[in-house]
């Protein structure tokens, strides 16, 4: 079972920032692909951004493109996702994501077999 420990949620203003940071048991390593995902209300929830471990690439949703930027700390066992320029458009629950079985799609998801966190609140609001 994977466990997540999300963090760096909060209420921020439009154009601000904000750095979401995830802890997983074991190591990023030992998945094939994380990442993030969001859903906001009345919405499904959708592929934000994602790591393919292997290779180390990185994909994005067209919305966050040149604003949103994942990274990884293999010591820490953390995956980070800098969110800058914010949008009141980007509120919504933001999880943490493994797979296990498959890297990253080139639309940001995971369809292997994905396991998300408890999920983290990002308002964005004057």
């Known amino acids: 079972q994977v466990r997540f420990v999300e963090s760096g949620g909060g209420l921020v203003q439009p154009g601000g920032s904000l750095r979401l940071s995830c802890v997983v048991s074991?190591?990023?390593?030992?998945?094939?692909?994380i990442g993030w995902f969001r859903q906001a209300p009345g919405k499904e929830r959708e592929g934000v951004s994602c790591?393919?471990?292997?290779?180390?690439?990185?994909y994005y949703a067209d919305s966050v493109k040149g604003r949103f930027t994942i990274s990884r700390d293999n010591a820490e066992n953390t995956v980070y996702l800098q969110m800058n320029s914010l949008k009141p458009e980007d509120t919504a629950i933001y999880y943490c994501?493994?797979?296990?079985?498959?890297?990253?799609?080139?639309?940001?998801?995971?369809?292997?077999?994905?396991?998300w966190g408890q999920g983290i609140q990002v308002t964005v609001s004057s």
């Open positions: 994501a493994t797979d296990s079985i498959m890297p990253c799609t080139r639309i940001a998801t995971m369809i292997g077999d994905p396991r």
């Open positions: 790591l393919s471990t292997s290779a180390g690439d990185t």
């Open positions: 074991g190591s990023t390593s030992d998945y094939y692909a």
